[in-house]
């Protein structure tokens, strides 16, 4: 076999089958031709699957940590401002929602208003946890002090630099959209992200609280 | 887009710069070339670091002028056996199979025109090597590498240059080093498994992807849990290194005559995420090689995979026990004894899908028209490894006995054999194999074949002699075994191992001769020289930028149809429609 037979048979099928695959096209004129949008969603999937691994980590090694006879854990009470954090998020993850709905009811100029006021709640959030930091070193609990504080330390940290990353995401959409994704899967990706860290912030709120 | 504008578009990627053709590069096939240079690099580091560690077993007293004083301390030759053990595991075992085979040659095989993200692609590879440099700079800072092993346990790996030399910065710069690699590998796992579920040809319906595709996919996914894992505890490790905290650091620790302020911690803690991590590792060390040799052994038995589906369920399971086994690793950690026995009835079940595989490959060879080339050498050396590797993996399945062997020479047999030379067999076969389409010319099979007896052999003079030093109580990790009676007594084995293990090494000298050279003069290779089914041997060698020059293929078959009977030719290629093959797959009917 010297040519190539592929090379022929797809000449005849006008141009290869591999760009009509996905049900959402590809990315027309993106310097890699043909990686369909679903592709975006399922890379997203595969990175929260990740990201949930590595918490449930911290989880089971809190649990260990904590379960020891004779522990040297003393139960440290979460700050309350955490509930109007909760709060916030909450709402975030709400707007959020509605800027999406706009964007498919093809209202642009609603869509960016409440992903606007996303952005600017998810700041508020990382704002109040800072707060909820300096609460804590107020009275005299640092990442060292005991292992309750330590975890309480590289939880809210480890998620509120995830916080970080999608209030970047949600910037980077909203000033300049990725050429290889839709608007509409770029929107998508994010808001799966978004209301992932809401849902991720619940459970280790719940786990700090009910489990201090 | 159409076909022209995507060749137009893959010769502007070839008139592109050295730089952007190169080094950095989002081309799948040319990212899997870095990566498998950088595993080529770590490998010879590997070696010669454990070649050092077998000239000392042997010869603890001699001077090497290379080492400060002369003489090699014992923290010198734990220091040998961390990084060792690190750059084998990370940058050879888990980088040339998974990242550099995987990339180059799973969008091939699936027929897609590069991996699902280019770009992270390519921020996947530079993490790497960014993270070899880190490892490697661990011998370079004051007090050298860290000597805690590759399993870095804690209190050693937890308390700084306290704990010995290489525990101040040295610990450091590893534990860095693999936070990296944690994060380039779950990149590289994300992108693996997108591009496998979302950019697979029209017609490549699971069943019909090659094992070696199952078996990336399958590698991927545990990479994506595991190394999560790993970067959590990683970091908890660093916190109590640099932040005083006690996640791992027990209370009441004198080191040195100095009382340590940590307290109530568990080094049992770290033992078990880094085990979560560890076992999953062995199997993202073997699994794609265990599916490029049952792609080689029915290529070159010319017959189809003996129970295809069977192998793929069996490449799932294995992986999914994967994650239920880790607490064979602490058999003798003290744990409940009902643990002990939970953990080894299911390591013993991983023996099921194992036995399925081996009865598989060697179904395959049965009655076949076996072509004993380079490739086909390699994989039946893989076979002969897995199952010599595995069959010892029995006995320290069991609490009892691993009670005995524990920390002795056996395990380190047992390792080796089937996690560290299977799988180098795993990559030598792949590379034999796919030389010809990376580099579109033939390495000499004379040389290979020379090469594939000397190691074949070397390494069992080298690994089999260990299991009977472990049986008699050798203790793995002391740098000096000629001070104890009954340990002077292995003596004589230990010298034969060494001598085995430079002739071996010095082997492997003829087959970097045969690539390199082969590379630069080898005879020019045709686009399918092995008369295989798959759709990386429908496209140029090595194809061009694009894949498969803009025209992609259809699939319409399994991926082994070999010797099918009345087909007109012995192989079935996966991309001809059936009405092609009727006239003999070269004249064809213009249908539409």
Redo the contacts between chains.
């Keep these: 076999m010297q040519a190539s037979p592929v090379t022929e048979l797809l000449e005849r099928d006008g141009g290869g089958g591999f760009g009509q695959s996905g049900p959402l096209g590809g990315g027309e004129g993106s310097g890699n031709p043909g990686v369909p949008q679903r592709a975006y969603v399922t890379g997203m999937i595969l990175a929260l699957g990740g990201i949930l691994m590595f918490f449930m980590a911290l989880v089971s090694a809190w649990v260990v940590r904590k379960g020891f006879p004779n522990s040297d854990w003393q139960p440290i009470t979460p700050p309350r401002i955490l509930w109007l954090n909760s709060l916030i998020l909450i709402v975030s993850s709400v707007t959020l929602s509605r800027s999406r709905r706009c964007l498919v009811a093809r209202r642009d100029e609603q869509s960016r208003h409440w992903w606007g006021i996303t952005t600017i709640l998810g700041v508020f959030f990382l704002a109040g946890q800072l707060l909820a930091w300096r609460q804590l070193a107020v009275a005299g609990l640092f990442l060292a002090t005991n292992p309750s504080s330590s975890f309480f330390y590289v939880f809210t940290s480890a998620h509120g630099l995830h916080i970080l990353g999608g209030i970047a995401a949600l910037l980077v959409v909203a000033v300049r959209p990725p050429q290889r994704l839709t608007r509409q899967t770029a929107t998508t990706v994010v808001a799966m992200y978004w209301h992932f860290l809401c849902v991720l912030w619940l459970g280790i709120f719940a786990l700090l609280w009910l489990g201090k | 887009?159409?076909?022209d504008s995507?060749i137009a578009?893959a010769a502007e990627d070839m008139q592109a710069g050295f730089l952007r053709r190169y080094v950095f590069s989002?081309d799948h096939k040319i990212i899997g070339l870095q990566y498998f240079f950088l595993a080529i690099a770590a490998v010879t580091i590997g070696t010669v670091l454990s070649l050092l560690m077998r000239f000392h077993l042997v010869w603890p007293s001699a001077h090497l002028p290379f080492i400060a004083g002369g003489i090699m301390t014992p923290e010198q030759y734990l220091a040998l056996m961390t990084m060792h053990g690190t750059i084998m595991v990370f940058f050879v075992l888990t980088t040339a199979p998974q990242s550099a085979f995987g990339n180059y040659f799973l969008p091939l095989q699936i027929?897609?025109?590069?991996m699902?993200?280019?770009r992270l692609n390519m921020l996947s590879f530079w993490l790497t090597l960014l993270a070899f440099l880190v490892m490697l700079s661990a011998f370079l800072v004051p007090g050298g590498a860290p000597i805690s092993g590759w399993t870095a346990y804690p209190p050693l790996s937890g308390l700084g240059d306290i704990t010995g030399p290489g525990e101040g910065m040295g610990q450091s710069l590893w534990v860095a080093s693999v936070l990296i690699f944690c994060v380039a590998s779950?990149l590289g796992?994300?992108?693996f498994?997108?591009?496998t579920?979302?950019?697979?040809?029209?017609g490549m319906t699971l069943t019909r992807m090659p094992l070696t595709v199952w078996a990336w996919l399958v590698t991927a996914i545990l990479s994506?849990?595991a190394?999560?894992?790993l970067?959590?505890?990683g970091?908890?490790l660093v916190?109590d290194r640099v932040?005083?905290?006690?996640?791992f650091l027990p209370?009441g620790l004198v080191v040195s005559g100095e009382f340590q302020t940590h307290?109530?911690?568990?080094p049992l803690?770290w033992q078990?995420?880094f085990w979560?991590f560890g076992h999953p590792e062995v199997y993202i060390a073997i699994l794609p090689g265990m599916g490029v040799v049952s792609h080689i052994l029915a290529n070159f038995s010319r017959k189809p995979v003996f129970g295809y589906r069977a192998m793929a369920f069996a490449i799932c399971a294995i992986g999914f026990l994967g994650f239920l086994v880790w607490g064979h690793h602490m058999f003798v950690s003290g744990m409940n004894p009902y643990s002990s026995l939970t953990f080894s009835l299911l390591t013993v079940s991983i023996g099921v899908p194992s036995a399925v595989k081996t009865f598989n490959w060697l179904g395959t060879l049965c009655g076949g028209k076996l072509q004993f080339q380079s490739p086909m050498l390699f994989a039946v050396g893989f076979v002969s490894f897995f199952v010599t590797g595995g069959l010892s993996g029995i006995f320290l399945a069991q609490p009892a006995v691993d009670t005995e062997l524990h920390a002795t020479y056996y395990v380190v047999a047992h390792f080796h054999i089937v996690m560290g030379v299977a799988a180098i067999f795993g990559i030598l076969a792949a590379t034999y194999y796919w030389f010809p389409k990376m580099f579109g010319r033939r390495m000499s099979e004379s040389l290979g074949k020379l090469h594939f007896w000397l190691t074949f052999v070397g390494v069992y003079c080298v690994f089999m002699p260990m299991h009977f030093v472990g049986i008699a109580g050798g203790i793995r990790r002391y740098a000096d075994s000629t001070g104890a009676t009954y340990l002077a007594a292995l003596q004589p084995l230990h010298r034969f191992m060494t001598i085995a293990a430079f002739i071996t090494a010095a082997a492997q000298l003829i087959f970097f001769y045969n690539f390199f050279r082969s590379i630069k003069s080898g005879e020019r290779a045709?686009?399918?020289p092995w008369d295989a089914t798959t759709l990386e041997w429908?496209?140029?060698s090595p194809p061009l930028a694009?894949n498969?020059?803009?025209?992609?293929?259809?699939v319409y078959r399994g991926p082994y149809e070999y010797s099918v009977p009345g087909a007109a030719q012995d192989f079935l290629p996966q991309?001809?429609?059936p009405e092609?093959l009727a006239s003999g797959?070269k004249e064809?009917s213009?249908?539409?």
């Design positions: 887009m159409s076909s995507r578009h989002t027929g897609a025109p590069d699902a993200f280019p779950l796992s994300i992108n498994i997108s591009t579920i979302d950019m697979r040809a029209p994506l849990l190394f999560a894992v970067f959590a505890g970091i908890l916190l932040a005083a905290t006690s996640f209370a307290g109530g911690g568990s803690l078990h995420l979560f045709v686009e399918n429908t496209t140029a694009g498969f020059a803009g025209r992609f293929p259809s991309h001809l429609p092609e797959g064809r213009h249908a539409s």
